[in-house]
């Protein structure tokens, strides 16, 4: 879905992506408004996440908007119970120091790396929401060759897949591809030059230049190599 009517009261485009990597949301919300964190007093992205963060740090009903997100967006699951203890307590941690949204999800995954039951649960969540069936062991394969992917590339991934392939019939395959208009994605579509400022922000290069700004997207293929920020829309988010 795209998010170009969704930023009510944030105008720039600079803000619209910090939003999203701070917050994973396409909208001011939990009490954040525009005379607030929203106008930072610059253009630079890495200064509008940090004031945006600084906001997050103070404001204990945000960060527990945006662990809800991040734990949904990472795992598939509302139930931060459904994780181990040992993940459930880092995941919180990070929540109490009042980390981003963006990098809630990429700790996340690095705990969920070292948990290989955990990410097949993920993934097998991921494959009954896309295409109404379990994945096969050599699917579960696939993914985990891509490394460790969050709940919303993956359901990503698979839907574009599902719709140049017969899902039922036959095993995922070929490049992992995603794309901006994913009907299960909020995206923001950026110019070259921001995506790359983004990257540099969020201290993530990329070889392969920056296209799925989203954490471990850059093993994806951008399908049209079409640079965009990825986060979970609030569709896919009321799938209990």
Not at 14 to 36: D, H, K, M
Not at 51 to 76: I, W
Not at 186 to 198: F, G, H, M, N, R
């Amino acid at each position: 879905m795209l998010t170009s009517d969704l930023f009510a009261g944030l105008e720039s485009k600079v803000t619209q992506a910090a939003n999203l990597l701070v917050y994973g949301t396409s909208s001011p919300c939990c009490g954040i408004s525009s005379e607030g964190a929203i106008k930072v007093g610059s253009e630079n992205i890495a200064d509008v996440i940090y004031g945006f963060e600084n906001h997050l740090m103070k404001d204990e009903k945000a960060r527990q908007c945006v662990m809800q997100r991040a734990l949904f967006d990472t795992f598939g699951t509302a139930s931060i119970e459904d994780l181990p203890q040992e993940v459930r307590e880092a995941f919180l941690e990070g929540i109490d120091s009042g980390n981003s949204y963006y990098s809630l999800v990429y700790q996340g995954l690095e705990h969920m790396s070292q948990h290989p039951e955990l990410y097949g649960e993920v993934i097998a969540r991921a494959y009954q929401l896309t295409i109404f069936r379990d994945p096969y062991e050599e699917e579960i394969d696939y993914w985990k060759e891509q490394g460790t992917l969050s709940f919303i590339l993956l359901v990503a991934g698979l839907e574009h897949w599902a719709r140049r392939n017969q899902p039922g019939l036959m095993v995922t395959g070929g490049v992992a591809t995603v794309w901006f208009q994913c009907e299960f994605l909020d995206t923001l579509v950026l110019s070259p030059k921001l995506a790359a400022e983004i990257c540099d922000a969020l201290e993530n290069p990329s070889e392969e230049g920056c296209f799925v700004i989203s954490p471990n997207g850059s093993v994806l293929k951008s399908s049209g190599d079409v640079a965009f920020i990825a986060v979970g829309n609030e569709a896919l988010r009321g799938v209990q």
